[in-house]
DNA sequence: CGGCATCCGGGAAGATACTG
DNA sequence: CAGTATCTTCCCGGATGCCG
């Protein structure tokens, strides 16, 4: 009897009702874990166990609603892999990929808060991006080079040209320099300026290739101010 | 015995755990209301019953959570009134003004969904946000002005020059054209292409001094295209 | 094994009533 | 007016189990 309340409670009483564009984009994105999904699809899909696995922290059935939730909202869709995999994997359509701008301005203001703790673990789709996100144009201008990155079990080749860099998730190859490990050695490289030997000697990281060009690419970046 | 535990799980079960930038942010304004409860302090501080009164649905114990963890956070702080006053008010840390671009970037992506609906009730700092975010450098060129709003309570005063735009909460005064009505009344003329003669019969809107040059304040501000 | 559905405990959100 | 107290509802997170 109090079927269509209930209905209508669950639809809509969550909901904030507003017409601020970015209210509205809460309504999509706000719940727990929503966002994080999102970014570990910005490099292209992924299957159910591989975002999974670059959260920890997210419990199966969260991990199932969300995907839900944005595919409904056409944040991302479903697709069948070809075989033999024959696995389901999810993909952000054109407009789930303009949401990068943000992870852009989240990244730039959440790091710039005092407490902010940049040793956490981190994945691979989060550093790549922050790459994207903190590289200094003025640094980056006389530099020109196709950088691979082979984190986990994904390969990323980054091009820095202009002062501008594309970041692509695909097999390493023809590249001036290699970086080869965890993400957290490669933040630690990059911001934390600790020294890739160190690096290399607790095989976090390795690097092949050209060493001098390696160690100007982390140079690009800059974590901006702390407040407070 | 299992106390340690406890509060463990108390204060960081429910974090990220992430490096990530972003995911910090969440960890700080990722809780349901926070958002908007920063996005109504944008302009300026406020007093509790303020807050409450601009954000329909929102409960007095989450808001009182909410400004408490946001304080905590170092997002605002909170500020006895001078007297007669002489009640609390909320203001955000320089830090927390830089979120702004939070809202324009969620705004501009939230508005693009195809479900967004722009006719949902509305504040005043949601639309006076929006002109922040939504105006066409383009059109504003060859305009300059300033103009008046008087929301509910509220008076805001846009100075347009230079293809940008800012506003300032504070008394009308010396303003060419001044707009008086609802928020949702303005978003209607602005984003709507409701005719003015049509909301002023409403009663929903009116227009004082210069009608040309408001109806060309209007006409400066586009939505983003709908994606899907 | 990957992709879910189901059940359960704890805790956050929401509504209402109440206090200084 | 500015919150607190309380109660209910619902969401999150973990475990288990089903099914291809």
Redesign the interface.
């Known amino acids: 009897m109090e079927l269509e309340k209930i209905t209508e409670s669950k639809s809509s009483r969550r909901r904030?009702?507003?017409?601020?564009?970015?209210?509205?984009?809460?309504?999509?994105v706000?719940e727990?874990w929503a966002?994080?999904v999102i970014?570990e699809l910005m490099f292209g899909p992924k299957r159910f166990s591989d975002i999974r696995a670059s959260l920890?922290?997210i419990s199966a059935n969260v991990l199932t609603q969300r995907l839900e939730g944005l595919e409904t909202?056409?944040v991302l869709t479903r697709k069948r892999l070809p075989p033999p995999a024959s696995a389901w994997a999810y993909e952000l359509?054109?407009?789930g990929y303009?949401?990068e701008?943000?992870?852009?301005?989240?990244?730039?203001?959440?790091?710039?808060?005092?407490?902010?703790?940049?040793?956490?673990?981190?994945?691979a789709a989060?550093i790549l991006?922050?790459f994207r996100?903190m590289i200094d144009a003025n640094r980056a201008e006389g530099f020109s080079a196709r950088i691979g990155f082979t984190i986990g079990q994904e390969d990323f080749v980054a091009t820095v040209a202009d002062g501008e860099i594309s970041i692509v998730r695909e097999e390493v190859r023809d590249v001036a320099a290699h970086f080869i490990g965890r993400a957290?050695a490669l933040?630690a490289a990059a911001y934390g300026a600790v020294p890739l030997e160190t690096l290399e000697q607790d095989g976090a990281l390795r690097v092949e290739g050209d060493r001098a060009l390696a160690r100007g690419f982390l140079t690009l970046f800059v974590l901006p101010d702390k407040?407070?």
Request: charged share 10%; with cysteine; proline share 10%.
């Open positions: 904030y009702n507003d017409a601020c564009g970015a209210a509205h984009a809460l309504d999509i706000g727990r966002l994080l970014r920890p922290g909202f056409g359509t054109p407009w303009q949401a701008p943000i992870f852009q301005v989240f990244g730039r203001w959440g790091a710039s808060s005092p407490l902010h703790d940049p040793t956490l673990p981190l994945s989060s991006l922050s996100t957290e933040a407040a407070g």
